[in-house]
């Protein structure tokens, strides 16, 4: 079986020295494809450079990207020749458009201009005591994959911050049949610790849950395999 | 002689799971700090987690800050009790205040009441296709060295992104006069390739060119311990 792995956060840039960065250290990703390897399987890991990663492996490829652009690019094709993909990776859902001053934009009397703006510089300087940041949504990567192969079986991931299990799930299982996912890995942030990552896996009958990071990687190769 | 140093780069929180960030490796100040470290001196480090890092040694201090903030909290004790401040880290400039559709952003007749508000959601989420950041300016924390320790000797640093030779030199004595700094390490972001980095040293009358992180380490040790 051919087993892909998304790991680590994108990084959109505002210019040639900002990013908007979404956290994720991947390591969830790593220790799932570390289980992978050691069940003989052959991985491929998208991620990122600040991401942890598993030692190399000859059965072990390794992939770095950096925003939703270079991330679509690079897993198109992967998608196509894989069997599996489990989307751990935290991918941003907007991207900078343009930024200027406050006051410019207060005194504009049609916002929609900024939106068709670029920032030619190469570093945005100002003295302004506030400046404004527009932002464009980002393409949902997870709703591309089944487009991209029908045929793979599709592990996405839901992380929401400080909300009630049922609102978790509610939004997870809307994720599950939106994008054709055979799981969601549905978990919140607040439940995420050093020692205990608390989460759930949901198909769309079932809730399996996990405490622990090896024990989340444990259910998703139990689940998938039995999917097969 | 007690030798404080920043490097890294400054992260300033959207919410629960996005930063903005800025880009800085670590790896100046850490040759810098290697450099002085090697001659003996009593090295204080304020960096970042993702910073490169000199190999911990008994005459090496190591503090790690987050965002603006943390980073003056940590500062302000520290360059009362050092001779030199090395300040190379790269500091945000703005912080964000409150993130907003851009539905809602267009159809207020007061964009003023946005710098006010607070997201109090752990994770913003949107479904619009615009949204817009609003941003507020971070204090200057070079500005606030010399009046915190007025003896200390003060390297700051000016990284510009394509522009004249000038023009650099016209904002490095800017910063040179305004800040009561001793020194300016100038540099442009297109003279910074994985084995050069081009910078200069400039005081009120004089520029020393360099043209690699060592290089750049030895000038800096040089002049300011001719200038003590």
Known sequence: MKILITSGGTTEKIDTVRSITNHATGALGKIIAEK?????HQVTLVTTKNAVKPESATNLSIFEIEDVDSLI???????KEHDILIHSMAVS???PVYMADFEKVKSSDDLDTFLRKDNHEGKISSESEYQVLFLKKTPKVISLVKKWNPQITLVGFKLLVNVTKE??????RHSLIKNKATFILANDLID???KHHIAYLLDHDNVYKATTKEDIAQLIYEKVKKYD
């Open 93 to 95: 859902d907007y991207t």
């Open 167 to 172: 609102n978790l799930f509610k939004v997870a």
């Open 192 to 194: 995420i610790t050093s």
């Open 73 to 79: 690019k690079t897993l198109k094709p992967l998608v």
């Open 36 to 40: 992978y390897l050691r069940e003989g």
